[in-house]
């Protein structure tokens, strides 16, 4: 077990499993996808209050969770990148946090087309979606920190730090919106949020939830790979590999 | 440990007197602030009503903007005469090192904000009750500020064009200090209870006693090397 996470660790290894595992994983995806979206577009029942707009939840939410997903587990690679200075979880980091600032910007927009039919707007200030708006800005002050700096080991580096600071402030910055909120207005969302779910939906949902995670997963180790390729261009086994 | 002591307030000391030799730039930051604040009578409203609504954000937002306007500067002389390789090759831990040159800088421009404020809430027409939450505010929120801006600094004083993208790293960070200060502030006039806010804060900047220190001095060592 642990000989096979010290394979994996090395880039030679990863790079070779990966690309047994992608299809793999593709596949699943495809598959998850499909199956999610059929039970949550034709078999779940409309929602006796929302109709049939209550089923942009199936994207809505999955996307929200990933969003903060990808964000823990950066700040966990970069952890692991600080105390044991292994390369390969600095690849993965940085080839999440695109994909992990658009689901955020997905979550958003979303959330915000849903919003308009719901409540009669576009966008509230609201605990929730202003913390997920803040989060969409931590990504985008991380991926414009990595690109500013040219030396990718310093980017890393720079970035990881970054994350890493920006992860005590996901916790305060969610919780304080909320408390700040509620003095001034009731909550709107915890009310709508919490209907006692009926496994009809449930199901299409954690199904979605699961396709994300996986497309997720996919992306990611076809973009660590890429990134892979880039960085070590010049070491033995890459030229083994392509001659 | 009295190495370490005597290093500290060296560095304290000439990061004042480095200061105070540029007393023209000293006041720069406050004039920001206060030209920040009197922007808003004249492009929002001048209703004195509505002034005292946002007058906690108005002027929690220009402190914001002042202390990452004043911060910029806060390791760039230091990077370019070579003064900060020095602070990092010395054999004092750069962590204590750093907290000193932060210490200096919220001495020279945070400080002063605490003098400045009373004006700004007497020309927004702030209640007495809320003016005096403002201070406290500033007195545990300023140095906060400058404690988490100096990681974004420490990141970014490599870089060439560090000012705009120190803005994006930095003022995300700064959303929850604004949240409970502005909250106390609006609570204070509203003759609510803000002990609550107030200690939040407090605890914030312990916080960032503990753990800035040492990010930015993690953070020195990457832009340096």
């Known amino acids: 077990m642990w000989s096979f996470f010290h394979k994996l660790a090395s880039p030679k290894h990863f790079y070779r499993i990966s690309g047994k595992l992608i299809p793999w994983l593709g596949a699943i995806t495809a598959l998850l996808f499909v199956s999610g979206l059929y039970f949550g577009l034709f078999k779940a029942p409309p929602d006796y209050q929302q109709g049939e707009s209550y089923r942009i939840m199936f994207v809505h939410v999955p996307a929200a969770w990933m969003s903060m997903f990808i964000y823990t587990f950066m700040a966990v690679l970069y952890a692991i990148h600080l105390i044991w200075n292994i390369k390969l979880a600095d690849v993965m980091a940085s080839s999440s946090a ?3 600032a658009s689901f955020t910007f997905l979550a958003l927009v979303t959330g915000s087309l849903w919003g308009k039919p719901m409540w009669g707007t576009w966008w509230v200030w609201d605990a929730r979606l202003t913390s997920e708006l803040i989060l969409l800005f931590l990504y985008l002050g991380y991926i414009a920190l990595v690109s500013a700096i040219e030396d990718k080991r310093t980017a890393a580096r720079a970035g990881g730090l970054l994350i890493l600071v920006g992860v005590v402030n996901i916790p305060i910055i969610h919780y304080s919106v909320e408390w700040w909120n509620t003095l001034h207005q009731g909550p ?22 699961l396709a994300f995670q996986c497309y997720y997963f996919t992306l990611v180790l076809v973009r660590a790979r890429t990134e892979l390729l880039e960085r070590e261009r010049r070491s033995a086994w890459i030229k083994e590999l392509f001659g | 440990m009295n190495g370490l002591a005597s290093a500290f307030f060296a560095i304290l000391r ?25 922007l808003y ?13 946002i007058a906690p954000g108005v002027i929690w937002i220009a402190a914001l903007l002042a202390a990452l306007f004043s911060l910029e500067n806060l390791f760039r002389g230091d990077f370019d005469d070579g003064s900060l390789e020095q602070m990092l090759l010395s054999p004092q831990p750069l962590s204590v090192l750093v907290v000193a040159k932060v210490l200096a800088h919220w001495l020279v421009s945070g400080l002063p904000m605490l003098f400045l404020a009373p004006l700004l809430a007497l020309l927004l027409d702030m209640p007495s009750k809320a003016a005096w939450a403002l201070e406290t505010t500033l007195a545990i929120g300023t140095p906060l500020l400058s404690l988490i801006g100096a990681i974004g600094v420490a990141l970014t004083v490599g870089l060439k064009r560090g000012g705009i993208l120190l803005t994006l790293l930095i003022l995300p960070l700064y959303i929850p200090v604004l949240i409970f200060a502005t909250n106390a502030v609006a609570a204070a006039g509203a003759g609510m209870p803000v ?3 107030l200690y939040f804060l407090a605890a914030l900047l312990v916080l960032a006693l503990t753990l800035a220190p040492v990010a930015i001095a993690a953070a020195l060592r990457i832009s340096m090397s």
Do not use: C, Y
Not at chain 1, 192 to 202: A, F, G, N, V
Not at chain 2, 44 to 53: A, G, Q, T, W
């Open chain 1, 98 to 100: 695109a994909m992990g």
């Open chain 1, 188 to 209: 709107t969302v915890t009310k709508l949020d919490k209907p006692s779910i009926h496994p009809s939906m449930l199901l299409p949902l954690l199904l979605m939830a």
């Open chain 2, 14 to 38: 000439r990061d004042l007197m480095l200061a105070f030799r540029h007393r023209g730039e000293l006041a720069n930051p406050l004039l920001f602030f206060l030209i920040i604040v009197t």
């Open chain 2, 41 to 53: 009578p004249l492009g929002v409203s001048p209703d004195p009503e509505l002034l005292r609504k």
């Open chain 2, 195 to 197: 002990e609550g806010q």
